[in-house]
């Protein structure tokens, strides 16, 4: 048998068919300008109108199931998906996890991706913030501060400080894939161990960005948000620096 790239030719084949067919059917949805909860056709529509076998299809379904094409709701039907990017935030994670049993190249990667979106995208939402967003923020950091004091974790109010920074910006899609690079960080931090910063500077780091913000600075902001993702990038650089030795 004949092999292409290590793989295969056989089932190099069978794998871009079934690429295709996936194609096919997001295609198909949006030939159809069918929207997030609509309807789609029956299995038996589907098979008829594609030129495929029912098994065939199922596969194909369950593929754009698992990337959050197609809802399948048992006994009521198949429907298109509503938006979301948990398969997203899966991949990235396990990607990440998986590049730390090595060199922590792709881990190291992600988190530039999200310090680059926030960074990159503070001072526009410092535009469009008003002194009750100000407000909220501040509440945030002092929950921080009054935890850290007792020597008690805040990630959850953490995240959420970080979600309510580009909340005035308005951007669903944002938003979500904010959360996705969240999910990626946390899990990251977690397989590396928790840092050993103490919890009263972390909370002052989050207090030099929410400083930078109500003083208008978005250069300060941006480079105090940098200063708070060094901590996990230098932490990465040294677990892939012990591993060599």
Not at 160 to 170: A, E, K, N, V
Not at 188 to 216: E, F, N, Y
Request: a negative charge; one cysteine or more; proline letters at 3%.
């Amino acid at each position: 048998m004949s092999v292409r790239n290590g793989t295969p030719r056989a089932r190099f084949s069978a794998q871009n068919r079934m690429r295709a067919l996936q194609s096919d059917i997001m295609n198909l949805i949006l030939d159809r300008r069918l929207c997030p909860g609509d309807p789609m056709p029956t299995e038996a529509e589907l098979s008829e109108e594609l030129g495929i076998g029912r098994n065939t299809l199922r596969e194909a379904l369950k593929v754009l199931q698992a990337l959050g094409v197609v809802e399948i709701r048992h006994g009521f039907g198949m429907f298109v998906a509503p938006s979301n990017f948990d398969a997203l935030a899966d991949g990235l994670t396990f990607r990440g996890r998986l590049s730390l049993q090595g060199t922590g190249h792709e881990a190291m990667e992600l988190v530039d991706i999200r310090q680059a979106l926030e960074t990159g995208l503070i001072g526009a939402a410092m535009a469009e913030m008003t002194t009750a967003d100000h407000d909220a923020l501040d509440e945030l950091v002092t929950g921080m501060e009054v935890r850290a004091a007792a020597g008690k974790n805040f990630s959850d109010i953490d995240a959420t400080f970080h979600s309510r920074l580009y909340s005035p910006l308005d951007n669903q899609v944002l938003a979500q894939l904010m959360d996705v690079f969240w999910q990626v960080y946390s899990e990251i931090q977690q397989a590396i161990g928790h840092s050993d910063t103490p919890l009263v500077d972390i909370a002052s780091k989050h207090r030099a960005i929410l400083d930078a913000i109500r003083t208008g600075d978005a250069i300060e902001a941006a480079h105090s948000l940098d200063v708070h993702f060094g901590g996990l990038r230098e932490r990465i650089g040294n677990l892939h620096a012990e591993s060599s030795n």
